[in-house]
Structure formats: structure tokens, C-alpha cells
């Protein structure tokens, strides 16, 4: 198993709508959470970072913590066609999921 | 600027000709990552270091080798390359000593080993 695991998509939103990405994660030990941007052939940029249960919202991200239950999730709002990327999920910096393909549709 | 340089940005090579990519960052953070990504297998990390002069595996160390002798310098070097370290490489940088915290990335280097 995997020691953070992402659905690789490709996720097909409409512009505008709600984009809605997971992750969950083995070490339960787990205090820091990340999510990244990544365009194709371009470096991973940081997004969200999240450390305590709940949500933390910035923007059109909002990024929800469940410690019980070993997830993270992301929440793209009035999606756009520039947020057609690839999605990260990290936890404790260095341990990367697979990543979720986005794709935003005018 | 604070920003992570990589050098060079491409490079295609031949089995066995050993190869240095150099890493560079100017916001004097202690924690430097070496990573490789490969379709459908993500971020994988080759090596970390903590601090000068202090280095230790990641999760796919085989086939690598890095130094630290200055805290802004981390070069990955390649002794013997082969087509299976065919990949985009990414150095990174990360403030405090536990790796724990936001990662900067540099802009990547895709090496391809004939």
C-alpha cells in the first residue's frame, strides 16, 4: 500500500463548477499536509498547506483535514479553464501521491 | 529572487557516462530533496539532506549519489547512468531540518539515458 494515495482522474469539471479532489494517507503520525500545482512539464507550486482537522480556505481553495479518518481533500471553486492541472497531495513534506489530473471544460 | 536553479535543464546522454546535475538555492534553507518523477508514479524521493554535510536515502537511492558541502549546493550525480534513470528530475528546498514544511521546487530536468 501505498503510503499516500491519490485517483489519478483525469477529473472532468465544467468552468464554474466544483472540483473536488482526495487523498488519504497510511502514517497516522501525519501533522503536515500540503497541496501542490503542477502544469504539464512545468515544477510543482505549493497551494495549500494544512495542519489541523478541518477546513482552511484561501481563495477559490478550501482544504479539508480528517486526522480520524486519514484524509485530505481539495475543493476547487468556480473552477477555470487555467485550473486544468495536475493536483499533489503531500503529507509530512517529503511523501507525494500520485496526483490527480484536472480538467477544466469551457 | 528566492527561487531553486537546476542545471542543465535537458540533457540526453549515453549508458555509463557519468553525469552531475547541479542544484542551487538562495533562501538558505537547511533541507534539500532530490526527486524523480515518472508518469503514473508521482514525486518518489532519491535523497535528502538535513544540513551541511549531512545526506540520507529517499525512497529510490539506487544508481545515485549527492553531496552537501555548502547548504546552498546539493548536486545529484549519476556514476554510471542507464535508460531506467531516464526521467524529469526535481530539486527542492525546504526551511528547518525535519523536511516537514512547504517545498520549493526548481524547475526540473529532464534527462534521457540512451
Known amino acids: 500500500q501505498k503510503e499516500v494515495e491519490q485517483n489519478s482522474g483525469p477529473l472532468s469539471v465544467p468552468e464554474g463548477a466544483i472540483a473536488s479532489l482526495n487523498c488519504t494517507y497510511s502514517?497516522?503520525?501525519?501533522?503536515?499536509f500540503f497541496w501542490y500545482r503542477q502544469y504539464s512539464g512545468k515544477s510543482p507550486e505549493l497551494i495549500m498547506s494544512?495542519?489541523?482537522?478541518g477546513d482552511k480556505e484561501d481563495g477559490r481553495f478550501t482544504a479539508q483535514l480528517n486526522k480520524a479518518s486519514q484524509y485530505v481533500s481539495l475543493l476547487i471553486r468556480d473552477s477555470q479553464p487555467s485550473d486544468s492541472a495536475t493536483y499533489l497531495c503531500?503529507?509530512?513534506?517529503?511523501?507525494f501521491g500520485g496526483g490527480t489530473r484536472v480538467l477544466v471544460k469551457p | 529572487e528566492a527561487q531553486v536553479t537546476q542545471n542543465p535543464r535537458y540533457l540526453i546522454t549515453v549508458t555509463g557516462k557519468k553525469l552531475t546535475v547541479t542544484c542551487s538555492q538562495n533562501?538558505?534553507?537547511?533541507?534539500m530533496s532530490w526527486y524523480r518523477q515518472d508518469p503514473g508514479l508521482g514525486l518518489r524521493q532519491i535523497y535528502y539532506?538535513?544540513?551541511?554535510?549531512?545526506?540520507d536515502k529517499g525512497d529510490v537511492p539506487e544508481g545515485y549519489k549527492v553531496s552537501r558541502k555548502e547548504k546552498r549546493n546539493f548536486p545529484l550525480i549519476l556514476e554510471s547512468p542507464s535508460p531506467n534513470q531516464t526521467s524529469l528530475y526535481f530539486c527542492?528546498?525546504?526551511?528547518?531540518?525535519?523536511?516537514?514544511?512547504?517545498?520549493?521546487f526548481g524547475p526540473g530536468t529532464r534527462l534521457t539515458v540512451l
Open positions: 533562501m538558505n534553507h537547511e533541507y
Open positions: 527542492a528546498s525546504t526551511p528547518g531540518t525535519s523536511g516537514n514544511n512547504e517545498q520549493f
Open positions: 502514517d497516522r503520525g501525519s501533522q503536515s
Open positions: 494544512i495542519y489541523s482537522n
Open positions: 539532506s538535513m544540513n551541511v554535510e549531512v545526506t
Open positions: 503531500a503529507v509530512k513534506g517529503p511523501q
